[in-house]
């Protein structure tokens, strides 16, 4: 039985909860060109010129630490949310008890956690620490949202990608929410954005219902599996806790990729596999943790130019130009945003 109880606790640390807010979708409504199916396609990022010019020249995309985001609340939010659910949703007693004086849910309170895995590197199961890096894109390609961040000096750009899964080296499956271990250990979550809390809810309440049905069944035994039961919960609360955001910021429709990378290769002074660059960069009088990860240029299918330009010359879209050019990516199509608004000088 107990190797039976341990493949249903790798089962849901490998699941993605993060799907269940869609599972009362019609296949007609998942399947529509704009349904959930289809949200990793076209994704697009974001960004000023000058920083256009760096991913195309350097063929990398930045990845911020993500205790650095724009909502404060990242990465911290899904604890109270963990606690109320579990509280308020009629669970049992002792299953209650089980996850909320667990040492797992102080760890979870935590930015920096050991975690057990089978390495790629030495092929041994080995306890590490990892660090979470994000790279963010919007399934909306022309947002006046996202060009009021980005585009009211006249500076901004959106980079389209055909597909999420065409963009890095080893993560090809074409799933909207996936995970998928890399080279060196490092692993990639993609996938949506949750923004509503009855949403949020959904997903965890859906994991702790398949928790404590392990829990009934191993009831006269718990001693022997409760480590494979918290660390399935340990597991799950941290696949989807990058993916929750205040709903505050739902209109930016965002896309996620997170790299989980080990502590120890961040620390390394060598650069292996993708990783482009490391450190810090200032914004503001502020130092930001990054990561540059190399990318599949061919995945970039346009660039759409903000609307605050008025370039009567076409300087501003030759210029982009140019850089296409210089990078042999000519096939790379440029369009002028649509939304007609107007700016005064």
Not at 36 to 48: K, L, P, Q, V
Not at 80 to 105: T, W
Not at 127 to 148: A, G, P, Q, V
Not at 229 to 234: E, G
Request: charged share 30%; hydrophobic share 35%.
């Amino acid at each position: 039985m107990l190797s039976e109880i341990i493949a249903k606790c790798l089962g849901i640390a490998m699941s993605s909860f993060l799907n269940i807010p869609y599972n009362d979708q019609t296949i007609e409504e998942r399947y529509a060109p704009n349904g959930f199916e289809n949200r990793a396609s076209g994704i697009c990022h974001y960004c000023t010129i000058a920083t256009l010019k760096e991913i195309l020249n350097n063929g990398c995309l930045r990845f911020s630490d993500v205790r650095f985001l724009n909502d404060s609340t990242e990465f911290v939010e899904i604890i109270p949310l963990v606690k109320n659910v579990l509280l308020y949703n009629g669970y049992s007693p002792d299953f209650k008890k089980l996850i909320l004086e667990s040492a797992e849910i102080r760890e979870l309170e935590e930015y920096c956690q050991p975690y057990t895995e089978l390495s790629r590197i030495t092929n041994k199961y080995e306890e590490s620490k990892y660090r979470m890096y994000i790279c963010s894109f919007s399934t909306d390609n022309d947002s006046l949202n996202m060009w009021n961040y980005y585009g009211s000096s006249g500076e901004g750009v959106s980079i389209r990608f055909d597909h999420a899964w065409n963009i890095f080296r080893g993560s090809q499956r074409s799933l909207v929410n996936v995970f998928e271990k890399l080279e060196n250990d490092i692993m990639i979550y993609r996938g949506l954005v949750v923004y509503k809390n009855e949403d949020k809810k959904k997903c965890i309440i859906e994991l702790f219902n398949r928790l404590q049905q392990l829990h009934k069944e191993t009831r006269d035994e718990i001693e022997k599996y409760q480590h494979y039961i918290l660390l399935a919960f340990k597991q799950s609360v941290n696949n989807m806790r990058c993916f929750f955001k205040n709903e505050s910021f739902e209109c930016e429709n965002e896309y996620r990729i997170v790299l989980k990378i080990p502590e120890k290769l961040l620390l390394s002074k060598e650069y292996s596999g993708d990783i482009i660059e490391k450190g810090q960069f200032k914004r503001g009088n502020i130092l930001i943790p990054f990561v540059d990860y190399r990318f599949d240029k061919k995945s970039v299918e346009s660039i759409m130019i903000n609307p605050f330009v008025r370039d009567k010359n076409g300087m501003f879209k030759l210029g982009i130009k140019e850089l296409l050019w210089q990078n042999k990516m000519e096939n790379v199509q440029i369009f002028s945003s649509r939304i007609p608004i107007r700016k005064y000088n």
